[in-house]
């Protein structure tokens, strides 16, 4: 798994890579009340907004990771978005995107970078 300053994560498994938000994003945004996930189909850059999470405090943009088209979505977050809370970085999975340059992935931070960065917020 790797992360973003931005607090997005990323799980790649071959060509294909699952999106979400850290548990520290979930932590911070309080109960998720709704979860707009992008159209598959869609194609993103890195950096790009393609979704959007609200919560009882705020709403956010989730910034793509890395580059990619959009293959599948989690649709359990229209009906339950509380799953984002509950399990952020497994079940509350925002999409899938086919990766258009791995490089994006290898980039960002592993695990304990990603600790060490959240330690000086």
């Known amino acids: 798994m790797r992360f973003t300053k931005d607090?997005?994560?990323v799980?790649?498994?071959?060509?294909?890579?699952?999106?979400?938000?850290?548990a520290y994003a979930a932590e911070q945004l309080g109960d998720v009340v709704f979860v707009e996930t992008p159209e598959v189909g869609k194609t993103v850059k890195a950096g790009d907004g393609f979704?959007?999470?609200e919560s009882v405090k705020a709403a956010s943009d989730v910034y793509a990771p890395i580059s990619g088209q959009?293959?599948?979505?989690?649709g359990e977050l229209s009906g339950s978005p509380d799953?984002?809370?509950a399990a952020p970085e497994a079940a509350g999975w925002f999409a899938?995107?086919?990766?258009?340059?791995?490089?994006?992935?290898?980039a960002l931070m592993d695990r304990p970078a990603y600790e060490a960065f959240l330690a000086t917020l």
Request: hydrophobic share 45%.
């Open 70 to 74: 959009v293959v599948e979505t989690n």
């Open 83 to 85: 799953v984002v809370n």
């Open 11 to 22: 799980e790649l498994d071959g060509d294909v890579a699952t999106v979400g938000i850290t």
């Open 96 to 106: 899938r995107l086919k990766v258009t340059n791995p490089a994006e992935v290898e």
């Open 7 to 9: 607090h997005e994560w």
């Open 51 to 53: 979704a959007v999470v």
